[in-house]
């Protein structure tokens, strides 16, 4: 039995007295306890502050000790009601309400409570201007751009870069209002791309899509091109056995090399001893071939990487090949 049961109900009451020479009464009487508890309102949100004019509202902490809550009444000082537990209310003008919740419990007791919500109108940054960018760069290079934008409020600003070359939005740190926000960017392709910018603020308020700059990358660099296998050095069945100051490769070998470019690379072709047509082609990283052909003595290995826009770079090496 806990306290709140002892608090409310029937009662049987037992009085017992006792005389000096042993005689006993006793009499019972029935006590009938009618203390009831009241229930306790809560609204949730307590209090609002903001630009969001659509609020959640939540009376569900709301309790009652000694029995159950039978009526939810929500008054939302804009001339609207509602009587349900959770009502999504949507107010039309700033300004500030102070919203009451009424509830009642199944004894008839009703309690009352209230929250103040404060609605504010704000406004996106301003749709941001490119004061400033690279007119054409090279891939691979680092290009900058310069944009700024004003938010009514003054809220700290973020601008989100569109370079249009099909990569997602890139959004820049924090920067106060009328701040200059300088971007650098690195295309990885050739083409002519339109750059545009949208701002938003710490509300995310958003702005629209700024004016387009256009810049044209070009690529006028050759590839990088690095053999990785075989180097200097005694290979035996596709494995290193020992340093030599020249290339003599036993039986097969896998030849690696390493090819980068700004742009891209397309290929990477194979040529023995100067032949016209390559004994092989990679088109995908690990760019090799397995030179299993026997051979004796001395040959040219002739590598040659192709970018995207044909430019090339061409290795030459001696191997010493037996079997
Ligand atoms: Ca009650
Ligand atoms: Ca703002
Ligand atoms: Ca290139």
Redesign the pocket.
């Known amino acids: 039995m806990d306290i709140l049961q002892v608090l409310k109900g029937t009662f049987q009451v037992t009085l017992t007295i006792q005389d000096n020479q042993g005689y006993y009464s006793t009499i019972t009487q029935s006590v009938v306890v009618k203390k009831?508890?009241?229930?306790i309102a809560k609204i949730s949100p307590s209090s609002y502050n903001g630009i969001n004019f659509r609020i959640d509202f939540s009376a569900a902490e709301s309790w009652?000790?000694?029995?159950t809550i039978t009526s939810y009444n929500w008054d939302f000082d804009d001339g609207t009601t509602s009587n349900i537990i959770e009502p999504v209310h949507i107010y039309n003008h700033e300004g500030t309400y102070h919203v009451t919740l009424t509830i009642e419990?199944?004894?008839g007791?009703v309690d009352r409570e209230s929250a103040t919500i404060v609605l504010s109108m704000q406004y996106p940054p301003d749709i941001p201007v490119i004061l400033d960018g690279s007119n054409t760069c090279f891939t691979g290079d680092k290009s900058n751009f310069v944009a700024v934008s004003n938010d009514p409020e003054n809220n700290l600003i973020q601008y989100g870069w569109d370079f249009g070359d099909g990569s997602e939005i890139i959004w820049s740190k924090w920067y106060s209002s009328g701040e200059y926000c300088n971007f650098n960017y690195e295309y990885l392709k050739v083409g002519s791309f339109k750059v545009k910018v949208k701002a938003r603020d710490e509300n995310y308020g958003e702005s629209s899509w700024s004016e387009e700059h256009t810049i044209i990358v070009n690529d006028e660099k050759e590839p990088f091109l690095q053999v990785l296998k075989p180097l200097k050095g005694i290979y035996i069945s596709n494995e290193k056995r020992r340093s030599f100051f020249a290339t003599i490769v036993f039986g097969g070998i896998d030849v690696i090399v390493n090819a980068t470019d700004g742009s891209g690379i397309e290929k990477v072709l194979f040529y023995i001893d100067n032949q016209d047509i390559p004994i092989a082609e990679a088109l995908s990283e690990p760019y090799m071939f397995t030179w299993q052909e026997k051979m004796f003595f001395k040959h040219n290995l002739r590598i040659v990487a192709v970018d995207n826009t044909g430019k090339e770079t061409s290795i030459e090496i001696k191997v010493w090949k037996f079997l």
């Open positions: 009831q508890w009241m229930p009652d000790p000694d029995g419990d199944n004894d007791n």
